[in-house]
């Protein structure tokens, strides 16, 4: 397809920078990089163009990169993980990694010396970070017992394997896709939970039956940001469960979608570029009618109805497997932060117990399947499992965040010790009856899905006794699972300091709450 401009629309920055430089460009430069050290590589390349190939220059740490992976579907092996675990343990202290709410890994304390060998190890065992950041398409997100859900409906893992494929030409960069508009969400769900809230992303394929054939209807659009939150909407469509018709839809709408955002006005203003901008401008009609063409076959309408049908799982504990005498165990990371030693003790329990496998949850979890069922009391009796429970108190469980301060320079406040330490304080006076989903995030932009939490906690500034101090923005009534809907703000903002007693007296409010026995609270 060819790509419309309009000599009339002024281009944003971003836009200005990649015209003058692709930002796959600096892949055939990182030998050099390598040899002259960051400081020497021009500003363009180091701040921006280096996050094509998903090397985060960090400006609260500089010199010290982060590097985010795709995991697609989130499903790893003790092979992978181990290599992970390898190229921050030389790091010492610096050395860490993150599970990220889009099921994936970051690594931390990477040096942009290492980076020519690292991306050797990781091509060795079929990992990439190709096109992570940026305006590319983020890593793909799948139900994460996949093939060992007894209630899956599609086993996604090879699909969204073939995007990947299809989008970063097998890892190796693929200049097709490195110029959208703007940054671009795709989650396929084969489960009936909708466990990657499919309706915060640009594109989601949802299962559904049509005249008795198992395929996906088709939600395009949503998504989270400073300026806007917008749910997915039906695109009308339904397509097979076959990778021609999944493979072939995603390529036709990144097309159509990179081709189109001059033209349409997207590349001039970053507030205004993300594809339901596009969708928005034309009238589902025509975008459903210029996704048709760019196909190459006619499109069927959407199935009336689609298969999420259960409340969202969390994957924590123990839960049989769709083959018989196995069993599934998800365990708690806390806020997602990983360590080398951690890294290779998960590797290792997955070999010894399991097949190797592990997988990554979007709340921040992993999950070790392919445990027999005889082996599961001494596999639960393994001390990595002190620190990653199967059965964390009730807001610790549920409590995930974005990275927040210790590391992104977007940040208004620090947020995953600060989650925790709520979390664990208000679970140690409350008796709460059901999950409570806190997810925080430290700036407007919503890494960490506040609109999704039962409770979301926004990082914002606030006065305190004439004071700007690190405050939080509350939204509540969010909710995941088959009826999943954005929350909305509820208080403009709390000091952080303050934030237990409001954060309690909703609980005791909204979630029927209780103080436990003997607590009397001190504020
Ligand atoms: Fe995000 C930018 C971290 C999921 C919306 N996000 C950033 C950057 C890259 C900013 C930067 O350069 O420092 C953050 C890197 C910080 C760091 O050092 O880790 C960052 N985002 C994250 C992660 C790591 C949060 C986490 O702790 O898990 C998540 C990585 C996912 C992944 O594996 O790729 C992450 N980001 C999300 C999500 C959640 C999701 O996808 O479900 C969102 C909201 C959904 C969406 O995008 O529609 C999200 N991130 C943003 C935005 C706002 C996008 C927009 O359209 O305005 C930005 C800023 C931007 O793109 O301009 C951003
Ligand atoms: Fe950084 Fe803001 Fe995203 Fe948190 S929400 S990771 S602070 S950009």
Known sequence: MTTVTNPNIKLNKVEKLKAKKDGLDVKKELENFAKIGWEAVEKDDLETRLKWLGIFYRPVTPGKFMLRLRIPNGFLNSEK?????????????????????????????????????????????????????????????????????????????????KVQDMITNNGEGNYAFTNLPRKFNIAIEGARDNSIHAELNDLAFIPAYKDGVLGFNVIVGGYLSAQRCAES??????????????????????????????????????????????????????????????FGKPLADAAPEDEITQDKKDHL??????????????????????????????????????????????????????????????????????????????????????????????????????????????????????????????????????????????????????????????????QVGKEAKLGTLTNKGVACDDLKPVVRNILMEKFGATFKEGVAPKE
């Open 317 to 478: 504990g123990v839960h049989p497997q769709k083959q018989s005498g196995y069993s599934y165990v998800g365990l708690h990371v806390p806020m997602g932060c990983l360590d080398a030693d951690k890294m290779f003790e998960l590797a290792r329990l997955a070999e010894v117990y399991g097949n190797g496998e592990i997988r990554l949850t979007v709340e921040q979890n992993v999950i070790i399947p392919y445990i027999e069922n005889e082996n599961v009391d001494t596999f639960l009796s393994e001390p990595l499992l002190q620190q990653f429970s199967i059965a964390p108190s009730t807001l610790t469980r549920s409590v995930i965040s974005c990275t927040g301060a210790r590391y992104c320079n977007f940040a208004i406040i620090e947020t995953k010790q600060r989650a925790l330490k709520l979390a664990q304080e208000l679970d140690r006076e409350l008796d709460i009856p059901n999950r409570v989903r806190i997810h925080w995030t430290g700036c407007p932009n919503s890494c960490g899905q506040p609109q999704a939490g039962d409770i979301g906690l926004m990082g914002t500034k606030v006065r305190k006794d004439g004071q700007a101090v690190e405050g939080a923005k509350i939204f509540t009534g969010g």
């Open 81 to 161: 993980m181990r290599v992970l675990a390898n190229i921050i343990q030389r790091y010492g202290e610096d050395g860490t990694a993150d599970i990220t709410t889009r099921q994936n890994i970051q690594l931390r304390g990477i040096r942009l010396e290492d980076i020519p060998e690292i991306f050797s190890q990781l091509k060795a065992v079929g990992l990439t970070s190709m096109q992570s950041g940026m305006d590319n398409v983020r890593n793909l997100t799948g139900s994460p017992v996949a093939g060992i859900d007894p209630d899956e409906l599609i086993d996604t893992r090879e699909m969204l394997q």
């Open 233 to 294: 909407i039906p695109m009308g469509v339904w397509v097979r469960a076959n990778d021609e018709d999944v493979v072939g839809l995603s390529h036709a709408i990144l097309t159509v979608y990179t081709a189109n955002g001059a033209q349409e006005g997207l590349r001039a203003s970053r507030g205004k570029a993300r594809m339901m901008w596009l969708v928005e401008k034309w009238g589902m009609e025509k975008f459903r009618a210029e996704i048709e063409k760019e």
